[in-house]
């Protein structure tokens, strides 16, 4: 029977989708993340949730086979995508075979939730980048019946998700196409739902867009869009990403899962045949290729991977995965705990607002470099 500590789950679900007795589920810890919890009075001691468990079994790094930039030539889905568009037209191209694509779209409450789609409509809940943990729910289960009933399948998540659903399948899928997206790491539902509670007052939110590209690819906003019974109109509410409280607590890792500083599924460790990204740094490396509305680096781990993206109609050019890492390490490392994650974490939980445990992090953090600045230059 699977036992945990915090920093060695990052949330799969595996072992919840595999249990044969239905004996575990994910409850929401203080923090806002998602955990295993199980019925003993239920488990069979069958050993299965232990078998499936990216913590518990080493998986081997990959070499990718082929490393390319690429954006999509449709300018206008570009800009509507966060980085190249490339997930787009892979799941474009999933639908005309017939097939199903899972991914992440926000439900009614702007959590974020996998879900499924079998029409070229249903993808513009998925596209674009929701910077939190999606709840998996049964996705892992309806990927499967879709496979063994023939159809194709284009699942997608983060790499942790993509190890979970090739652990829960445990056998080799012709019809499944896995792609991961590179992954910084993810705050907590509960993190980003105080958050937009804070920032919209009593507004209800209409809109939401990690990556607004108005500005630029390279300096983008993070745009809400708010109405209220008094003002029925749209506001809205927009900065660039490095003045936005949510992005800043992000960004420097305050409010990452605990998994995500030992992450096991990166470096094509997820399994997954692609892995997309943005391309950071392709001004330096590809400059003619660059226009600034986004470009994604597509990494191939599999034949079959490079086959799909080589039927693509898109724009492409060879690359190296060493050009790409030059900007994004997040490829293959895990961030570094910061000293303050749980000190903001602790005061999230402690004052139940996250701008207040923003802020008493930010000063403690300057205090703390205050008094040691002072005793270099004093020693008192
Ligand atoms: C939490 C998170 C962290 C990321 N960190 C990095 C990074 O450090 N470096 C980097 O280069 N790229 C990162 N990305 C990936 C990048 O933001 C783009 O998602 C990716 O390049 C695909 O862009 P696109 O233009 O092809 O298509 P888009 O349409 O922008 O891609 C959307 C794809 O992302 C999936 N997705 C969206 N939100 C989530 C979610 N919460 N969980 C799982 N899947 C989701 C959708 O299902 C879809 O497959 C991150 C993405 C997420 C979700
Ligand atoms: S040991 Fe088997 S029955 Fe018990 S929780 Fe794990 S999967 Fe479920
Ligand atoms: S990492 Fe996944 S399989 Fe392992 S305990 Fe956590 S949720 Fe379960
Ligand atoms: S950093 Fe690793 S563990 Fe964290 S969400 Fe991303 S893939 Fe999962």
């Not at 991977?305 to 898109?314: E, I, N, Q, R, V």
């Amino acid at each position: 029977m699977i036992t945990i500590t915090k920093d060695k789950c990052c949330g799969c679900t595996a072992c919840a989708a595999i249990c044969p007795k239905h004996c575990i589920s994910m409850r929401q810890d203080e923090e806002g993340f998602l955990y295993p919890e199980v019925d003993k009075t239920q488990c069979i001691d069958c050993g299965m949730c232990e078998k499936v468990c990216q913590f518990l079994h080493h998986s081997p790094r990959r070499e990718p086979i082929v490393t390319v930039a690429a954006k999509c030539k449709d300018m206008s889905m570009r800009l509507a995508s966060s980085s190249g568009g490339i997930f787009t037209l892979l799941a474009e191209a999933v639908i005309k075979q017939y097939g199903v694509v899972f991914g992440t779209r926000f439900d009614d409450n702007w959590n974020a939730v996998h879900d499924c789609t079998e029409t070229v409509d249903g993808l513009a809940a998925f596209r674009g980048s929701k910077y939190m943990q999606s709840d998996m729910g049964d996705c892992y289960a309806r990927a499967k019946e879709f496979l063994e009933s023939g159809r194709v399948v284009l699942f997608t998540g983060t790499p942790c998700q993509i190890r979970g659903l090739k652990n829960f399948l445990r056998k080799d899928y012709d019809n499944l196409l896995a792609v991961d997206v590179i992954c910084h790491g993810v705050p907590s539902s509960k993190v980003w739902q105080k958050y937009l509670k804070e920032i919209s007052g009593d507004c209800n939110v209409a809109l939401v867009n990690f990556r607004d590209k108005r500005q630029g690819w390279r300096k983008y906003n993070i745009s809400l869009g708010v109405i209220s019974d008094k003002c029925p109109n749209p506001q809205e509410i927009s900065c660039p990403f490095g003045e936005n409280t949510y992005m800043q607590a992000f960004l420097s890792d305050l409010s990452l899962r605990l998994s995500c500083f030992d992450c096991q599924a990166k470096e094509g460790m997820s399994g997954s045949d692609l892995t997309i990204g943005d391309y950071w740094g392709i001004e330096k490396v590809l400059p003619g290729f660059d226009d600034d509305t986004g470009a994604s680096v597509v990494i191939a781990y599999t034949e079959k991977g490079k086959d799909w993206f080589g039927k693509l109609d898109c724009n492409s050019r060879p690359t190296s995965l060493d050009a790409a890492l030059r900007n994004n390490q997040a490829i293959i490392s895990s961030a570094s705990k910061p000293v303050y994650r749980d000190y903001f974490f602790k005061r999230f939980v402690k004052t139940g607002s996250f701008h207040r445990a923003l802020d008493d992090t930010k000063s403690s953090a300057i205090e703390k470099r205050l008094r040691r600045l002072i005793y270099r230059k004093t020693g008192l």
